[in-house]
């Protein structure tokens, strides 16, 4: 919450004590769908890998860290790059290979923890059966996701990435920014009846698509000890799905046995769901129940 009304900083307590929010994690999960994904396929690969990273985090709150380690070390790395690229001079190189160093071991970190993840997503998809959501088939386009997803330990792919970091300064630096490592890979999605990227589906198998991949998510996830408390938030969804697909949704809802929100704006894209669900309508401030929810 905020401290006070209009506050912009956040506040997160746990049982009374001010904690960081990826506290949290430790609590609840978070699963969630909203409209701004829709364009998931057809925007720049840093939105698709923040999107999977999330799903990452969810199963393995220790990738956040991971990944927040990463970033600031790659940005220590280019500033040192950039600067003496500007300058004409040369970095200085023991705090380079040092900044590597870190590099390596948090983006190896980062590969392998996204490698178990799509592993696990792509099993829980292949083993749900035959169901109206389109089948999908995912992959890691990334160099390093590649090393982890073929097997190579972390070891391998720590060594192999400082290595690569070491030989691209002087084109990094010259680029103004890192052309290596986990952060240059891409989530690819295929629709695997028509085999085609899900970038070149309609919309409606865009958004089933990613609805499958959140479906999947929750599953496993409910299943996981590591993972307390799984929460579903899917807003403005069935609006995008014809009626097969709604009452296949509310039925997988139903199954999964967890806390879940749906959004939307017309009541009848609820009906699969009356008997099951509590509903109710935003307005005037307030909340009210709906009858024969």
């Given at each position: 919450g905020v401290e006070q009304g209009g506050a912009a900083r956040r506040a997160v307590r746990i049982e009374g004590e001010t904690a960081p929010p990826g506290r949290l994690a430790d609590h609840v999960r978070p699963i969630w769908l909203t409209p701004a994904q829709d364009r998931l396929f057809?925007?720049?690969?840093?939105?698709?890998?923040?999107?999977?990273?999330?799903?990452?985090?969810?199963g393995e709150p220790s990738h956040a860290a991971h990944a927040n380690a990463y970033d600031k070390a790659q940005r220590e790395r280019m500033r040192l790059l950039t600067d003496a690229y500007e300058a004409g001079t040369a970095p200085d190189a023991?705090?380079?290979?040092?900044?590597?160093?870190?590099l390596a071991e948090s983006g190896a970190l980062m590969a392998q923890a996204r490698a178990r993840t799509l592993l696990a997503l792509q099993a829980e998809i292949d083993g749900r059966g035959d169901r109206p959501f389109p089948q999908a088939r995912l992959t890691l386009t990334g160099d390093w996701e590649g090393m982890a997803l073929d097997g190579a330990p972390f070891a391998e792919i720590?060594?192999?990435?400082?290595?690569?970091?070491?030989?691209?300064?002087?084109?990094?630096?010259?680029?103004?920014?890192?052309?290596?490592?986990?952060?240059?890979g891409d989530l690819a999605i295929f629709h695997v009846?028509?085999?085609?990227?899900?970038?070149?589906?309609?919309?409606?198998?865009?958004?089933?698509?990613?609805?499958?991949?959140i479906l999947a998510q929750a599953a496993r996830l409910s299943r996981a000890e590591s993972a307390p408390n799984p929460v579903i938030l899917l807003d403005e969804v069935a609006a995008h799905l014809d009626l097969t697909r709604?009452?296949?949704?509310?039925?997988?809802?139903?199954?999964?046995?967890?806390?879940?929100?749906?959004?939307?704006?017309?009541?009848?894209l609820f009906d699969h769901l009356k008997g099951r669900a509590l509903g109710v309508r935003v307005g005037d401030a307030g909340l009210t129940v709906l009858e024969d929810e």
């Open positions: 057809l925007e720049a690969a840093s939105e698709r890998r923040k999107f999977f990273d999330r799903l990452v985090f969810a023991t705090w380079l290979s040092a900044l590597e160093a870190r720590e060594e192999r990435l400082a290595a690569a970091l070491t030989v691209a300064r002087a084109r990094d630096g010259a680029a103004g920014r890192a052309l290596t490592g986990p952060h240059r009846e028509k085999d085609r990227p899900a970038a070149e589906c309609s919309t409606g198998e865009q958004k089933a698509l990613i609805l499958n991949l709604r009452a296949a949704l509310a039925d997988e809802l139903t199954a999964l046995k967890l806390q879940a929100f749906l959004t939307g704006t017309d009541e009848s």
